[in-house]
């Protein structure tokens, strides 16, 4: 069964940095691309990035490139996504996924 | 980049009704399209996978089709469990904004 499970999720000020990780079980982690999309209170899904199964290509959503990173441990079974230079508008549940198979979520809050 | 476009935003129906979603891509994405189910406080929930086919542990009153840039989700004969919102999703990035389903 594929399970997907993040932690790191906090509250934190603007400009602030958070790492969120994604740990990963029930599948070969490292044939899958890895994707992490967010839900702003009240709002709708977006994609935030993914990453492909060797680490050497990266995506991102435009409001986030040059201050999150996505990254990868194959040996460990899991994703990363790196978030520097935090805004209010990136309050949100952050979701790990991989195709069509989600984990359960994480809360980021960014606030002063 | 990919713009999903899907409506109705809102649908008003009845226990019994068959209802249709539509998602409108902005390019070709062949049958790479999933649909999911999300209720309040919850993670989505995938219903169809690559245009067509139906999820592990989904009733089959729910059915998806299409491929190139038009897609529906269909509910045949919707139950209360289904008034949820609902999303349509290019593998596996941009989404398109959400259908909220509610009771009439």
């Given amino acids: 069964e594929v399970q997907l499970v993040e932690s790191g999720g906090d509250l934190v000020q603007p400009g602030g940095s958070l790492r969120l990780s994604c740990a990963a079980s029930g599948f070969t982690f490292g044939s899958f691309w890895m994707s992490w999309v967010r839900q702003a209170p009240g709002k709708g899904l977006e994609w935030v990035a993914n990453i492909n199964q060797d680490g050497s290509e990266k995506s991102y959503l435009d409001s986030v490139r040059g201050r999150f990173t996505i990254s990868r441990d194959n040996a460990e079974n899991s994703v990363y996504l790196q978030m520097n230079s935090l805004r209010v508008e990136d309050t949100a549940m952050y979701y790990c996924a991989r195709d069509v198979f989600w984990g359960q979520g994480i809360m980021v809050t960014v606030s002063s | ?104």
Avoid at chain 2, 80 to 96: I, L, M, V
């Fill in chain 2, 1 to 104: 980049d990919i713009q999903m476009t899907q409506s109705p935003s809102t649908l008003s129906a009845s226990v019994g009704d068959r209802v249709t979603i539509t998602c409108r891509a902005s390019q070709s994405i062949s049958n790479w399209l999933a649909w999911y189910q999300q209720k309040p406080g919850k993670a989505p929930k995938v219903l169809i996978y690559e245009a067509s086919n139906l999820g592990t542990g989904v009733p089959s009153r729910f059915s998806g089709s299409g491929s190139g840039t038009e897609f529906t989700l269909t509910i045949s004969s919707l139950q209360p469990d289904d008034f949820a919102t609902y999303y349509c999703q290019e593998y596996s990035r941009f989404f398109g904004q959400g259908t909220k389903l509610e009771i009439k």
